[in-house]
């Protein structure tokens, strides 16, 4: 899966948690992302947090920060 499509997707998850403010949206994206995607998915997107994260909204970084310290 490209990029573009897992910053896209990323992006969505956050802002259905959006409403919920930054402390509890961040922990529910991880989570979902951690549940939900397969670890192919996780790992890429990680590798483009880990080059810079352009594209990601300010609680999704967040929240992916989270799970690469887990």
Do not use: C
């Amino acid at each position: 899966m490209s990029p573009d499509r897992l910053i896209y997707m990323a992006n969505q998850i956050g802002k259905f948690f959006q409403s919920q403010g930054h402390d509890k949206a961040v922990p529910g994206i991880a989570e979902h992302i951690r549940k939900f995607w397969d670890p192919r998915m996780r790992s890429a997107i990680l590798a483009h947090l880990d080059q810079g994260g352009t594209g990601l909204d300010p609680d999704v970084r967040d929240a992916l920060a989270t799970l690469k310290q887990a």
